[in-house]
């Protein structure tokens, strides 16, 4: 089945450094890959999404990048904020199903 | 309303004890899903329905049930619950099946004793 690694586990910068975050996934039927983010306590919200038909995709300060024969897609945050501090998880599916598999996890740390 | 809601926030039951989540969400979504969160580890899916049909059993202990009354309702009924089921317990709905943003609850804050 469906197997996606996340990396780093931790990630700590300082405010208006850049972040990433990357993700490999092994199913190559894989066809949609969304970002969550969860604050200490609180639910799971989308932050971006990217489907496999495109490459990059930007919202402001966040863009992912998905690189499909590698199997690999990323999260970039700019000019991090110290409200940007949360775990991110990324996760990943095929389009016909409803099963989403996610990452391991990142713990991103924004110091002001 | 743009929003999933669960009820309760916290839930403690002893192993013999049976119990009730519940989930609501009024935005039309399909497709509705039960998922298990342990501290620091990623949402883990147990059930998918979709058109208030169960189409995913992500192979959960018959302790767990789950129901879909109607389009917008989902419960996860609890019996002789293990101390090792403690968790986060998230619900979340899509529009339709695959492609789709899922909404999270809030979660239920579940500990058995």
């Known amino acids: 089945g469906e197997n996606v690694e996340q990396h780093p586990s931790t990630l700590s910068v300082q405010e208006g450094d850049s972040a990433v975050i990357k993700c490999t996934y092994s199913d190559s039927a894989s066809n949609y890959f969304p970002w969550y983010k969860q604050e200490l306590g609180k639910r799971p919200q989308l932050i971006i999404d990217?489907?496999?038909?495109?490459g990059e995709k930007k919202d402001q300060r966040i863009a992912v990048t998905l690189n499909k024969t590698a199997k690999h897609f990323s999260l970039h945050i700019t000019e991090t904020q110290p409200e940007d501090s949360a775990v991110y998880f990324c996760a990943a599916s095929r389009g016909n199903t409803d099963k989403l598999i996610f990452g391991t996890g990142t713990r991103l740390q924004v110091f002001p | 309303d743009t929003e999933v809601t669960q009820t309760p926030k916290h839930l403690v039951m002893g192993m013999t004890n049976k119990k009730s989540l519940k989930c609501e969400q009024h935005?039309?979504?399909?497709?509705m899903y039960w998922y298990k969160q342990k501290a620091k580890k990623p949402p883990e899916l147990m059930f998918v329905y979709s058109y208030e049909k169960l189409s995913i059993n992500e192979s959960v202990p018959s302790r767990f049930s789950p129901e879909c009354p109607n389009s917008s309702l989902l419960n996860l009924h609890l019996h002789a619950l293990q101390p090792e089921d403690s968790a986060l317990y998230l619900c979340?709905?899509?529009?339709?099946?695959?492609?789709?943003?899922?909404?999270f609850g809030p979660g239920t804050r579940l500990t058995v004793l």
């Open positions: 990217i489907r496999s038909n495109v």
């Open positions: 935005m039309g979504h399909r497709a």
């Open positions: 979340a709905s899509s529009q339709d099946k695959g492609w789709r943003e899922q909404f």
